[in-house]
């Protein structure tokens, strides 16, 4: 095994078999998760400052600007849509209900977000016309969607992606036999790497509960090459398990549901994968690029920032403290 720190301000990781060989068939292929995203707001709570306000007076391409290059520069980004986008009035009862004009999914492709995850607590805010919108209103734009009902399946480079997401509440007989049967149909497929999200955990918890790491191992046991988690609103650790990762929570993002949370941490997580001959290789790499969901630190801009110097490092500590809560971290070094 390989270790280095590198110069810029994501912590990375690498590992290189000595058996690997070095040969043209080798494909790389960079995937990068993100947390919640929300365009839109609870039309209950005041409009000024609101994602609605802030939209409107410096344009939709404000929100993307900060992570254009890291996504761009990725080959597959996927993020949780914790929102509707519909212009439906019809809503669920319940405390929040998220919405944003259809118009907003053109946010996704200036960021250059890929593909986004359903399988969440705001799915149906709007009921199910605003689900339905939702996905009018993604395909419009050429963003790909999953959730427990769509499996989704891409090709990248000419290597077949595949991701599935899930609300991941309870772990039974029942959640374990669709998250077993998900994947092993993603694979007679083709798939030749497996991401899976759980929409998962309690609120404000930085610890995850014993239902996110059992999900996520088995998740891992059944075939899956990584697991992101989101819900909780902040950041969690990160565990390394038989060799693949989970991610246990990516914080907020790009979250119009709250003008100015207390916690505005928040990061990237990104691995690269190698495909040799047709089949993924042991050959491994993270990169985690600390981040704040607002370019501001007074409130909430929604206009998600990578983090330099001392703040990129504080959030990296906090990433591995909150990590080494689950199970000693190896994966990685402080730089110089």
């Not at 480079?157 to 997401?165: H, M, Q």
């Not at 497929?189 to 918890?205: C, D, P, T």
């Not at 697991?227 to 693949?244: L, M, N």
């Not at 246990?248 to 990104?270: C, H, R, V």
């Amino acid at each position: 095994m390989r270790m280095y720190a590198p110069q810029s301000s994501a912590i990375k990781y690498e590992t290189v078999p000595q058996t690997l060989k070095r040969e043209q068939q080798v494909t790389s292929i960079t995937l990068s998760a993100a947390g919640d995203v929300t365009l839109g707001r609870d039309e209950n709570y005041g409009y000024v400052n609101s994602f609605d306000d802030v939209a409107k007076r410096n344009g939709i391409r404000f929100f993307s600007k900060n992570i254009e290059p890291i996504f761009k520069n990725d080959d597959f980004t996927t993020v949780n849509l914790e929102t509707t986008l519909t212009t439906s009035t019809r809503k669920a009862n319940k405390k929040f209900r998220f919405r944003g004009h259809p118009s907003y999914a053109k946010i996704l492709t200036f960021a250059g977000i890929e593909a986004v995850n359903l399988a969440n607590n705001h799915t149906y805010d709007y009921l199910q016309k605003g689900y339905e919108d939702t996905i009018a209103s993604l395909k419009k734009e050429g963003i790909g969607y999953f959730d427990e009902k769509h499996p989704m399946l891409t090709t990248v480079k000419g290597v077949k992606i595949g991701v599935i997401g899930y609300k991941g509440w309870v772990d039974n007989s029942q959640v374990r036999k669709q998250i077993l049967n998900d994947i092993r149909s993603l694979r007679k497929k083709g798939a030749n790497i497996v991401l899976v999200h759980f929409h998962w955990g309690v609120e404000r918890s930085y610890i995850p509960n014993t239902t996110q790491k059992s999900l996520g191992r088995f998740a891992i046991d059944s075939g899956a090459d990584l697991v992101v988690g989101h819900h909780p609103h902040v950041i969690q650790g990160i565990e390394e398990y038989k060799g693949k990762f989970i991610v246990y929570s990516l914080g907020n993002f790009m979250f119009g549901g709250n003008k100015n949370p207390a916690d505005k941490d928040t990061f990237i997580f990104q691995q690269t994968f190698y495909v040799q001959n047709g089949k993924l290789t042991a050959r491994k790499e993270i990169r985690i690029i600390p981040c704040r969901i607002s370019s501001v630190t007074t409130r909430n801009n929604y206009q998600p920032t990578p983090l330099t110097g001392s703040e990129a490092k504080r959030v990296k500590t906090k990433i591995l403290n909150l990590s080494a809560k689950i199970k000693k971290p190896t994966w990685t070094v402080y730089e110089k």
